[in-house]
């Protein structure tokens, strides 16, 4: 099995009340990834609103995420899947989507 990344990409800021519906989808999910043995790592949600690019050797950071950027990722997990496609088609199931989120879908290399 190979492993990927999954990057959660969201536009919109969900109210806490819509955020709390929303998990549950997502502990549903993430419970089915599991069972079936494609979950390898959680991941964690990130900060909306902090964050920063490092620019150069000198520690030079510029804000982040951007305003100007139509999605922001918004979290991560790890993934164990035979190939590509099939990581595609178990991120289809992501509850992300059914709120107009996207999925990145990124291979790790081995090193």
């Given at each position: 099995m190979s492993e990927f990344v999954y990057l959660y990409r969201e536009a919109s800021q969900p109210s806490p009340?819509?955020?709390?519906?929303?998990?549950?989808?997502?502990?549903?999910w993430f419970k089915d990834l599991e069972q079936k043995g494609h979950l390898a790592v959680y991941g964690h949600p990130l900060n909306r609103t902090d964050g920063g690019v490092?620019?150069?050797?000198?520690?030079?950071?510029?804000d982040g995420p951007y305003a100007e950027t139509k999605d922001i990722v918004i979290g991560f997990s790890v993934i164990k899947a035979k190939d590509f496609e099939q990581a595609v088609s178990l991120a289809a199931g992501c509850p992300l989507i059914e709120s107009g989120g996207l999925v990145e879908v990124r291979p790790v290399l081995k090193m």
């Amino acid at each position: 099995m190979s492993e990927f990344v999954y990057l959660y990409r969201e536009a919109s800021q969900p109210s806490p009340q819509e955020l709390q519906a929303r998990m549950q989808k997502w502990l549903v999910w993430f419970k089915d990834l599991e069972q079936k043995g494609h979950l390898a790592v959680y991941g964690h949600p990130l900060n909306r609103t902090d964050g920063g690019v490092v620019r150069d050797k000198k520690g030079t950071v510029t804000d982040g995420p951007y305003a100007e950027t139509k999605d922001i990722v918004i979290g991560f997990s790890v993934i164990k899947a035979k190939d590509f496609e099939q990581a595609v088609s178990l991120a289809a199931g992501c509850p992300l989507i059914e709120s107009g989120g996207l999925v990145e879908v990124r291979p790790v290399l081995k090193m």
